[in-house]
């Protein structure tokens, strides 16, 4: 028979350590995902989100005349599923008796803090499988737009009949840079909603970027005068864009280092959602004496739409998808 208990049954005082250590690896590490996606808490195993297109705007008519008829029309829906994380470990009842767990709760700490930095790097993963429509990437469960492309595509369909495609995506991956940052900029203010109307940005445009491009991306936003050119020439984007850098994004994590993305936080619907906070537990195996100590969360990441997004494989390799 196993039965269940407490730290503090085994030894006075450790259910109290254990607490503080948690909430000492909570404070050490905290999410930095809210720079970029939108942060919500998810109910239920999941959740379906759909929308519809506006009215867009009034005809003229002439007196006497009939009043124009518009019909509005439903969007994709995504489902956005709840994924479980977690991690344990094991500490034996000798090691707590004899008050040597200090290193096991080094260890707990170190989960409490995995638990944030995981929820980082699975965020990030929206924007390194942006390119494709796989739903696993990096070991994290991503929720995609339900158009059937991906995030970052050149060919968006649209459920209006009649209707053209659309992109938020570059055809020749253009290199990060100067003018190239110009073009990204029209790009993503220029989308329209499915029944083509034009979006409003309400927003700073925020680059995304890996390390190995955050000073190339700071020169680009931050430099008085256009750091690519002799003439002493106004650098237009200064003041205009914020810059945030990720070691999720490179290479070496599973990225790109030459990929680069452009948003509107707040506006870009690029949702991290928390269906339940990081939690711990513990469980007493009553023939050994060992002790489990768990932590487990669910989340998900998901792209409701891709209207205020715009990427670059940054490469110069030809792209169409």
Known sequence: MELRSTWTDLIAGVGLQIAEVFDQGQEEYTPGINKVLIQISGTGAQRQVSGKTG????????????????????????????NFYGEAVQVTKANIEDREFDAQLDEM?????????????????????????????????????????????TVHPTTVPGGSTQSNASSTSIVFGHDNL?????????????????????????????????REAREETESTLDPENANNAINVHRGTTDVVSSMFLDATNGGSNTAWFLMVPGRTKFYHEVRQAPELETDVDILSKNVTYTIDARWANSVIDWRRSWASKGDSSAYSS
């Open 55 to 82: 009215l867009g705007e009034l005809s003229l008519f002439d007196e006497g005349d009939d009043i124009s008829v518009k019909r509005r029309y439903k969007t994709y829906t995504t489902t956005v599923a709840y």
């Open 109 to 153: 700490k170190d989960l409490s803090v995995a638990a944030n930095y995981s929820q980082d790097r699975s965020g990030m993963q929206l924007f390194n499988g942006g390119f494709a429509t796989t739903v696993t990437v990096n070991g994290y469960k991503l929720s995609l737009h339900g158009d059937g492309v991906p995030t970052f595509s």
């Open 182 to 214: 110009e073009t990204a900029k029209v790009a993503m203010t220029l989308q329209k909603t499915d029944d083509a109307i034009p979006l409003a940005m309400a927003g700073k445009p925020t680059l995304v970027v890996p390390m190995n491009l955050e």
